[in-house]
């Protein structure tokens, strides 16, 4: 049951959704240059927060790896912590697509608003989680202090996302 319910999921995306997506792109081939501009901004502001957990990642579970055995399990939730800032981005980048071509300018709003504060948050708070997690391989700091440290930029990002929702649906 599971496999045919899949089966015809996925037969139905491959024929439906490129019906969907010439559609879209009619529509935004019908705006203006500004408006193309507007939405090519916002989606590269989108793509830097998306991409920048990446390179947090990259840096948090560099310091990550470099940890002693016993003390793993305390660095390991700041070590994925940057993460969470393409996720924010990605559900943001959804909302931006529903509504390209009815609203370029709240879409490239959503874009900026949402895409560099999960950028340079994503940035920071894997720099806050790489001196944690050193911290804690030290010895100077419990797992508890590092998270909540960690934390705290994640705040920025929660924020631009806040916002980039607010944009989209106001």
């Known amino acids: ?92 980048s959804f909302l931006m697509l529903q509504s390209m071509s009815e609203n370029p300018f709240r879409v490239a709003l959503a874009g900026v608003v949402c895409g560099l504060p999960c950028f340079f948050s994503a940035i920071g708070q894997a720099r806050t989680a790489a001196a944690c997690i050193k911290s804690i391989n030290n010895g100077q700091m419990d797992s508890g202090q590092a998270l909540v440290a960690t934390a705290v930029p994640e705040l920025y990002a929660l924020t631009g996302l806040a916002c980039g929702f607010l944009a989209m649906t106001l």
């Open 1 to 92: 049951m599971k496999k045919s319910a899949l089966f015809f999921a996925s037969i139905f995306t491959f024929i439906y959704f490129p019906l969907f997506a010439d559609e879209g792109a009619n529509k935004v081939m019908e705006l203006g240059n500004v408006h193309q501009l507007l939405l090519f901004v916002a989606f590269i502001a989108i793509s830097t927060g998306i991409m920048s957990s990446g390179y947090a990642l990259s840096i948090s579970l560099s310091a990550y790896a470099a940890t002693e055995k016993e003390n793993r399990t305390a660095a390991f939730i700041p070590a994925i912590m940057p993460a969470s800032q393409g996720l924010y981005s990605f559900a943001i």
